[in-house]
């Protein structure tokens, strides 16, 4: 349905698009699914090689009351199957597709409660978890010079991968039984690479006495890899019938805080009488990124198209347009992108009392999506600028399959 | 380290045959379909250390942690009715996901004290009744694995680094059986595969023209946190209506841990053997519960000794006597269920000319049916 799901989400996605949906229903529900996404990105012509994202997603509602008090609890894992979470750090100026290059490539996992105001009335919050990593690297001993390999060196090793926590919070208004009116906010998160790693020994041969004693060299990286601007997203559900429902979501973005994402290196060095011959460079600073704010608009339909009281059947689709938060790049970096329209199509079947072991309906959803990327031209100040004008375009193609358990 | 929940802890560990719920997603997941009520618990661990190594105070870093507990009933219908359950336990070190921490190889450490509780713990299981006497369980215990290249370049004239690193999934699987086989009696077993978090960096240069000297290819590995593979046996006994004693044994294949920190370098000289040696656990715990209209009261104690798996002339730990103690509340009213518990547990170290010293645990938790 195009993502627009705000006013509309009352199952596990709730953790996702509204917390405050968890406590919609009354049913325990249990949903698990695959989804697939592969990204066809190219520069100038040529596909870039952006890894695919593929895992499971698995969400559970447990809603509860004491009296008339309602209130639920949430949680939802996206778990890739290739890796939790992928951190990397390139140089400044390599030409990449900024916003899905490693975007997609990371755990989401978020945990939620909601209760109920007043009938009609419900607010949920949550923290969604991520981590980065920090640490330091140590090594001692001996480094070889004739043959690097025959260095003797042990570690030390001091790494953390610290919790980053981010919370999101939603309230959701039903004033009719045919209009509902939702409101999300997620806070913003960096995941940033800080390691350092320094080497303490001596320089020469193994059997011959050192030809520096007690040298060191020493490197800090610090470089900037995941970043989610904070959203507030506003969206509306609307029962025009019994069968047909139309969703309207408008995301604002803050792209406008995107850190520059350069590392930064540091570097030490001490060997003795050499020191002369080396010209180590200071560090260096970045111009702003420039990226502006957003607002993405996102529309949905479902139309209930068979039922029977034992089955069915549901259409969906749905559009939204995602401005691109990139300017041209004309100075050093070269970060790709474009706008994006998203075409989305699914459907649902929905089995009820199809056994008595499961007495509340059991649902199968399928979806697919398809992301334009139209042709966007970048062109370059500097004619001797090493990636030169570029041309960025392309598509993403995602699949998906879910199950759907009430109880 | 600790256990999984508030009430076991205080029994001395013990929870093979009886513990329920999502405390039973550690200890035995089959104990997870006896409760037929879905639960929400939350909760806080804390530990302090006062340990020393070779005459020295030795620092290790204070545990502070949330518990986060759900017991889900799935209410089939039919012939599965009150047969299957999920259980789902966190646990969340504030400030963490994983400490990676060796020193060097030659510097002596307390092998299984250092960090072994910064990390976060998951645990999804699933209980199963087969038959009325009958329940057994299956559930994974997830770590993460940190795995990454360092590349210092000098690219166009410019110094930089190309960095990746990605955490990936280590899978654990626990295995669980439980049979009432009288009414006084109840036996449980359950089996923990090993459970290990490594990490492998590599660094690379290829600053050679701006260096008088070339620096090898590092490589720093090791294992960050680690859990022996296990298999506990015990037995739930209740003489009398209102006690409950617990007497078990955990057997601990110490013995498969390799080295902590492996060398950077090929050619440094190879590290001595670590020195790790199997271990068996007994342990004992009794629990006595005395009701008043809607509120229920426990008491809990308990004791294990732990001999260490430690026993190189690097990599140390003592043997560890430990006294549990817990309490318990549950309050049962028209609207809902509430379940209070909270443990202290008293870690001795059996001091040996190189390691001594005490810690102490406390836990609480609250858990409310939804």
Request: proline share 7%.
């Amino acid at each position: 349905m195009g993502g627009a799901a705000t006013a509309a989400s009352e199952d596990s996605s709730a953790n996702y698009y509204n917390p405050a949906g968890l406590v919609h229903g009354r049913d325990l529900r249990i949903d698990i699914g695959y989804r697939y996404a592969q990204p066809i990105l190219r520069m100038n012509g040529r596909d870039v090689g952006v890894d695919a994202s593929r895992g499971f997603q698995i969400g559970i509602v447990a809603p509860g009351s004491i009296g008339p008090f309602r209130f639920a609890f949430g949680a939802s894992l996206w778990l890739p199957d290739q890796r939790l979470t992928r951190v990397r750090s390139l140089p400044f100026d390599q030409p990449r597709f900024v916003l899905f290059d490693n975007r997609t490539q990371r755990l989401y996992m978020a945990a939620n409660i909601a209760i109920q105001i007043v009938p009609g009335l419900y607010v949920g919050g949550g923290l969604t978890f991520m981590s980065r990593t920090a640490g330091q690297l140590f090594l001692k001993g001996d480094v070889a010079v004739s043959d690097p390999d025959a260095s003797s060196l042990v570690s030390r090793i001091d790494v953390d991968l610290v919790a980053v926590r981010y919370p999101q919070l939603g309230v959701l208004w039903e004033p009719t039984p045919w209009l509902s009116i939702g409101v999300t906010y997620r806070h913003s998160f960096v995941l940033s690479l800080d390691q350092q790693f320094r080497i303490d020994g001596n320089i020469g041969n193994p059997g011959l006495p050192p030809v520096v004693e007690s040298g060191y060299f020493a490197a800090r990286s610090q470089s900037l890899d995941l970043f989610q601007p904070w959203q507030l997203t506003a969206g509306g559900a609307l029962k025009l019938k019994r069968t047909i429902l139309l969703t309207f979501d408008l995301t604002f973005a803050r792209w406008s805080e995107f850190p520059i994402p350069a590392s930064n290196l540091t570097l030490g060095l001490d060997i003795g009488a050499y020191n002369d011959r080396v010209m180590l460079p200071g560090a260096r600073s970045y111009a702003e990124s420039g990226f502006h704010d957003i607002v993405i608009p996102r529309a949905g339909v479902e139309w209930r198209a068979w039922e029977r009281p034992k089955m069915a059947v549901d259409v969906r689709g749905g559009y939204s347009y995602e401005p691109t938060p990139v300017p041209e790049q004309i100075g050093e970096s070269s970060f790709a992108d474009s706008d994006k329209h998203s075409f989305s199509v699914g459907a649902g079947l929905e089995l009820s009392r199809i056994t008595s072991i499961l007495p509340k309906p059991l649902a199968i959803d399928v979806h697919a999506a398809v992301t334009y990327l139209p042709e966007r031209a970048s062109h370059k100040v500097d004619p001797l600028d090493h990636t030169g004008d570029f041309v960025a375009d392309g598509v993403v193609v995602q699949i998906g399959l879910m199950m759907r358990s009430r109880f | 380290m600790f256990g999984m929940g508030a009430r076991g802890p205080g029994m001395g560990a013990t929870g093979v045959a009886d513990a329920e719920g999502y405390d039973a997603t550690y200890t035995n997941p089959a104990g997870l379909v006896a409760p037929t009520r879905r639960r929400l618990t939350l909760g806080y661990v804390h530990a302090g250390y006062r340990l020393n190594l070779d005459g020295m105070h030795r620092p290790v870093d204070v545990t502070d942690g949330l518990v986060l507990g759900a017991d889900i009933p799935v209410p089939f219908g039919g012939v599965l009715r009150d047969r299957i359950a999920l259980g789902l336990g966190f646990y969340f070190p504030f400030g963490v996901v994983n400490r990676a921490r060796s020193p060097f190889p030659d510097q002596p450490r307390l092998a299984l004290l250092d960090t072994r509780t910064q990390v976060v713990s998951v645990l999804v299981a699933a209980g199963v009744r087969i038959h009325r006497r009958v329940d057994v369980g299956v559930g994974v215990l997830a770590l993460a694995a940190l795995v990454g290249t360092i590349t210092i370049a000098d690219i166009g004239g410019r110094i930089t680094t190309v960095a990746e690193e990605q955490l990936t999934t280590s899978l654990t699987p626990i295995l669980g059986a439980r049979v009432r086989a009288l009414g006084w009696l109840r036996l449980g077993a359950v089996f923990r595969g090993e459970s290990k978090s490594i990490y492998n960096i590599e660094v690379t240069n290829t600053l050679g023209a701006r260096l008088p000297l070339t620096l090898p290819t590092l490589r720093l590995a090791g294992t960050a946190q680690y859990d022996p593979m296990q298999a506990a046996v015990e037995g739930s006994f209740v003489p009398l209506s209102w006690l409950t004693v617990d007497v078990g044994v955990t057997w601990k294949h110490w013995s498969a841990f390799g080295l902590p920190t492996e060398n950077a370098t090929l050619g440094a000289p190879p590290q001595p053997a670590p020195g790790f040696v199997d271990t068996a656990v007994p342990r004992i715990g009794a629990e006595a519960s005395k009701r008043w209209a809607q509120v229920t009261l426990q008491g809990r104690t308990g004791y294990f000794f732990e001999p260490t798996g430690a026993r190189g002339p690097v990599l140390l730990d003592a043997d560890r006597h430990v006294l549990t103690f817990g309490a318990g509340m549950t309050w049962a009213n028209r609207l809902t269920t509430l379940q209070v518990d909270a443990f202290v547990q008293w870690h001795h170290l059996q001091s040996t000319p190189r390691v001594g010293g005490d810690f102490a645990a406390l836990g609480a938790t609250i858990g409310l049916d939804l």
